[in-house]
């Protein structure tokens, strides 16, 4: 299994829709968990954070967390087109301290 | 206040050849990542410093080597390159690193093409 998993899509969103990441981990202890934006060509750039289990909203970004089930998700509400790009979810694994992101989704918001 | 720097942002070198890439985080951050990203393996923990020191390192060969100065700015060495280590390296700075205080930010990036 690998350590931090997701879609590697294209996940198509027609705009003005909600788009829906979703990222699955191994290490059951792990607890800080990012969310990381990247355009082509461009450095990923920080959206979101969670430590705790349950939602965490900022703006148009909602993050879920549930630990028991390893998963982390990323919610977009009111998709624009602006919001497509590659989306890289990342994991602290507790076990040394080293941030392990997953190969991200690629999400295109359809105009 | 002023992001991560990266420098060169773009380099070719030839097989064999040996770089040096340069980081300089945000200020008052003290910890130094080291990631290296192309299309098949995503992004590739490479090492990580803090204070002077390497607190982690990835499974790299040990062509791959870094250091950090007392003023958190960091280097990279890739000696010896190959064809495969062609690549975007992204430095990303955080304030320890470490427990849930290590949001980290990327700087943009030095693209290296090995021919």
């Known amino acids: 299994q690998k350590e931090v998993e997701q879609n590697s899509g294209p996940l198509s969103v027609p705009e003005g829709a909600i788009a829906s990441l979703n990222c699955t981990y191994s290490?059951?202890?792990?607890?800080?968990f990012f969310w990381y934006r990247q355009y082509s060509g461009k450095s990923p750039e920080l959206i979101m954070f969670?430590?705790?289990?349950g939602d965490k909203e900022d703006g148009r970004f909602t993050a879920q967390l549930n630990k028991a089930s390893q998963y982390v998700s990323l919610l977009i509400r009111d998709s624009q087109p602006s919001d497509s790009a590659t989306y890289l979810c990342?994991?602290?694994?507790?076990?040394?301290?080293?941030?392990?992101f997953g190969k991200g989704t690629r999400l295109h918001i359809l105009p | 206040k002023a992001g991560v720097t990266q420098t060169p942002r773009y380099l070719i070198k030839t097989r064999g050849q040996q770089v040096t890439l340069s980081c300089s985080p945000i200020?008052?951050?003290?910890?130094v990542s080291w990631y290296q990203q192309t299309p098949g393996q995503g992004l590739q923990f490479l090492f990580e410093?803090?204070?002077?020191?390497?607190?982690n390192k990835g499974n790299f060969p040990g062509r791959f080597s870094g250091r950090q100065f007392s003023n958190s700015r960091s280097e990279m060495n890739v000696s010896t390159l190959e064809l495969g280590d062609s690549a975007l390296y992204l430095c990303?700075?955080?304030?320890?690193?470490?427990?849930?205080?290590?949001?980290?930010?990327f700087g943009p990036g030095t693209r290296l093409t090995v021919l």
């Open positions: 990303a700075s955080s304030w320890d690193g470490t427990g849930l205080a290590d949001e980290q930010f």
């Open positions: 290490d059951r202890g792990s607890q800080s």
């Open positions: 969670i430590y705790s289990n």
């Open positions: 990342a994991v602290n694994r507790n076990r040394d301290d080293k941030i392990i």
């Open positions: 200020s008052g951050h003290r910890s």
């Open positions: 410093y803090f204070s002077e020191t390497q607190r």
